[in-house]
């Protein structure tokens, strides 16, 4: 059975469109189960039907004619039920449907097997015999078993969009892929493929009659590699911060090296044709990089070889073209991973937005989309979209979604989305100089959220009241090495300076689980539950050290400093976190360096902390929850899996509950409760946790002005009422709905039409 198996699938995996892989499918299954027949309906969705595919044994004229309601028939029942049946004789079942000239008759045995992907009916497999009999074990096994082979492969059809073609020809496509949320925004667009590279592994060996002309070749591919590079650096330098532009010049230095160049000159001399000896010099040196125990130095290897590609593609007899751009279009750039060098491939003006297949919202180049304002989707996982090159698609930020060719209906929604959010944020400009305080008077301070300095601007604008959490890592994430001390002490100097004498909440070096940075792997199983955060750097005192010594030293100027301790498990890491903060403090006393002591929280970001919320509490001067981790933590979802996106919600009953806990700690020890995951920048969460007693709150810029409309437009009092219902209910969706109606009745109808 298993070598049959294995023939069935290998044939349907090389067929080449999706109607002859299934007319393979059918016709391997008929002949290896020796029945008479073998059909397959697929699901059409729209329009709530199961449609005759493919057959072998029945009327080939039924094939896209046939379908059926997805309540009629065997065929609806399998669907309906999920799960096989197995009838001696299918006409005396009382769901039998006869369908007029599809060629059933004198059938009798039926064998329904539904196709199941993540728990959406995709279709129904169906083998048919003239015998009255019950098909046996193995035969049912043998069925369910290629089933599940054959959803996988039609899922990944459905997700290209061709079974959609076959089901409705006419009609184009308004299915959704989705992804992560990568930055927040809409955008309709076009489709860009960045520059396809090269592989040097693939270059063949050949023999050069002209060395003089191949080395002129060579000579010109590097020039323009180095041209394309400064170009790039140009363009990208108001968003970059100079760390990351830094990436850049090291590109160009190691395509001036000396050695590299005169080794290739050499191979070339001595009789190899350019790609070659290029190929030769570069991998020579990837291979003693990949063996440095030295992680910054095995990272090397990937920039070389990247350079490698770069300068190959100009060697080529036909280089592979870059999308042409075409001026006045907006394009979409997409790609399985993306680098700052793939975002220079397109003017800035017309980049409208970025998907990438791989990678989370943390990602690198999700957190450039944030910086330069576009709207970016990421990890939507294994799809062929590199044949949608010059599709029309839309981008949605908010959901993390993604549609390709969409409809005309689709389109109109989306373009009155976009129309409707500008006039949306036009008007809420007005609220910027406003305090974010109740109808009945009640002050709760908004503060925003930053990650690089380049975000200073954004978080100055929004009308938030300082920020509520700096994250740190970004700089540290960007860069080709660890930064040092006083390259820390100038930024953070910068941030604090920025928005003086309004606080900036800096939260110490929060690396590991999804984010990692270039010149340091870490190879875990399981990086959320490994060596992240404050783990990583108690271990790393030195890391540790240097940073808290330059923020305490960018606070002698300004002191509005409040530092933040992340991804917190036990009370003996704040303990001995609390003890390098006073160490790094009297080591900068005694060096004579102005220093100043800043109040200090800890991350309620972990289940074990948020019920240690009180003892943790005392040792510190606030608290601070994030939600975002609590969230995966105690629902155990990853944040960044698109697999199980349905399942994280941070309405969830059970993530109040803690919230509510940790707010009662907080107000027992006498210490505020901040919270500063994505659900504070959800304008009717943001209103519950008023209404729960949290103490303040901090939200991405783009979400500052629509999280103060809210709360400005509801009374405290409603606000705890909303909070002592909400903590009542069963389930995420009944707490939306109740936040949802209650946005509705303060007028903020729009945020909620806007989300959905
Ligand atoms: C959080 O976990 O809620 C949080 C704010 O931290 P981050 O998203 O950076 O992990
Ligand atoms: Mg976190």
């Given at each position: ?22 007319a393979?499918t ?16 697929l ?7 199961l ?8 009327n080939?004229?039924?094939v ?16 309906e ?138 000579q ?22 100079p760390?990351?532009q ?10 001036g090296s ?26 020579a ?8 125990a ?13 350079l ?13 073209q ?34 990438c297949?791989?990678g ?42 993604v ?23 036009a ?9 974010t ?5 009640y ?5 925003a ?18 920020i ?19 390259e ?13 004498p ?59 400093l ?9 009370v ?12 790094a ?54 944040r ?6 349905g ?26 409760v901040?919270?500063?995951?994505e ?6 969460a ?16 783009a ?11 509801v ?23 109740l ?18």
């Amino acid at each position: 059975m298993l070598e049959t198996l294995r023939r069935i699938v290998q044939q349907v995996s090389a067929a080449p469109d999706l109607p002859s892989a299934l007319a393979i499918t059918v016709n391997q299954i008929r002949d290896a189960m020796r029945v008479a027949a073998c059909t397959i309906y697929l699901a059409d969705e729209d329009n709530r039907e199961l449609v005759l595919m493919a057959t072998a044994g029945l009327n080939p004229q039924a094939v896209g004619r046939v379908r059926l309601d997805r309540r009629q028939g065997l065929v609806g029942l399998v669907a309906e039920r999920q799960e096989p049946l197995n009838l001696e004789d299918a006409s005396r079942h009382p769901r039998f449907h006869p369908v007029g000239d599809i060629g059933e008759e004198g059938y009798h045995a039926l064998l329904g097997v539904p196709l199941i992907q993540y728990r959406r009916v995709l279709g129904v497999v169906l083998v048919q015999h003239t015998t009255i009999r019950h098909f046996a074990s193995e035969e049912v096994a043998f069925l369910v078993t290629v089933a599940a082979q054959l959803a996988s492969i039609l899922n990944h059809a459905i997700l290209s969009g061709a079974t959609q073609e076959l089901l409705n020809p006419l009609v184009s496509g308004s299915r959704a892929l989705q992804g992560v949320a990568g930055a927040p925004g809409v955008v309709i667009g076009t489709v860009a493929i960045p520059h396809l590279m090269a592989d040097l592994g693939d270059v063949p060996d050949r023999p050069t009659l002209n060395p003089t002309a191949e080395e002129a070749g060579f000579q010109a591919a590097i020039a323009t590699v180095e041209r394309e590079l400064r170009e790039a650096s140009d363009r990208l330098a108001p968003y970059l911060p100079p760390t990351e532009q830094a990436l850049f010049t090291v590109y160009r230095m190691m395509l001036g090296s000396d050695s590299l160049l005169g080794e290739t000159r050499a191979g070339i001399q001595a009789g190899q044709w350019a790609p070659a000896a290029w190929r030769d010099a570069v991998l020579a040196r990837v291979r003693l990089l990949e063996q440095a125990a030295d992680p910054y130095l095995s990272a090397r290897a990937e920039d070389i070889r990247d350079l490698g590609r770069r300068v190959l593609n100009h060697l080529r007899a036909a280089p592979i073209q870059p999308t042409p751009i075409m001026a006045g279009e907006r394009w979409v750039l997409v790609a399985e991973e993306m680098s700052v060098a793939h975002l220079a491939a397109i003017p800035t003006e017309q980049l409208a937005a970025i998907v990438c297949l791989r990678g989370s919202a943390l990602s690198h180049v999700a957190l450039l989309a944030r910086a330069m304002g576009i709207p970016a989707v990421m990890g939507l996982g294994d799809r062929p979209l590199g044949r949608f090159e010059g599709s029309a698609i839309i981008v949605d930020g908010y959901q993390g979604r993604v549609y390709l060719n969409p409809d005309l209906a689709l389109r109109a929604e989306y373009q009155q989305l976009i129309t409707t959010e500008a006039e949306l944020s036009a008007g809420l400009q007005e609220l910027r100089e406003l305090p974010t305080t109740t109808q009945d008077g009640y002050h709760i301070p908004l503060y925003a959220k930053a990650g690089l300095l380049t975000d200073i601007a954004a978080a100055r604008d929004c009308g938030a009241e300082g920020i509520g959490l700096y994250r740190t890592e970004f700089a540290f994430m960007v860069r080709e090495s660890f930064p040092s001390e006083e390259e820390q002490y100038q930024a953070y100097r910068q941030m604090l300076a920025a928005f003086a004498p309004q606080p900036v909440v800096m939260r110490t070096l929060d690396i590991g689980g999804d984010k990692t940075l270039p010149y340091f792997a870490i190879q875990e199983n399981n990086p959320f539950l490994g060596w992240r955060g404050m783990r990583f750097t108690l271990d790393h005192p030195d890391i540790f050290l240097t940073q808290l010594r330059a923020m305490l030293r960018a606070n002698a100027e300004w002191n509005n400093l409040r530092l933040l301790f992340p991804m917190i498990t036990t009370v003996e890491e704040v303990d001995e976190a609390l003890r390098l903060l006073e160490q790094a403090h009297e080591e900068l006393l005694a060096d004579g360096w102005p220093t100043a002591r800043p109040q200090v929280g800890v991350m309620i970001e972990v289940p074990s902390a948020a019920w240690q919320a009180g003892q943790l509490a005392r040792r510190v001067d606030f608290l601070s929850v994030g939600t975002n981790d609590l969230t995966q933590y105690l629902l155990a979802v990853d944040r960044d899996n698109a697999r199980v996106a349905g399942l994280y919600d941070n309405l969830h009953p059970a993530l109040l509950k803690t919230v509510a806990y940790i707010v009662e700690q907080g107000r027992v020890t006498g210490r505020p409760v901040n919270l500063c995951g994505e659900m504070a920048a959800d304008p009717g969460a943001a209103v519950l946790l008023l209404g729960m007693g949290v103490d303040s709150l901090s939200a991405g810029p783009a979400s500052v002005p629509r999280v103060k409309w809210a709360i400005r437009s509801v009374t405290l009092a409603q606000a705890r009422n909303l909070a002592v219902q909400a903590l009542e209910l069963d389930t995420a969706r009944q707490v939306r709905c109740l936040l949802d109606e209650a946005l509705h009745q303060a007028g903020l109808g729009e945020i909620v039409h806007q989300r959905d």
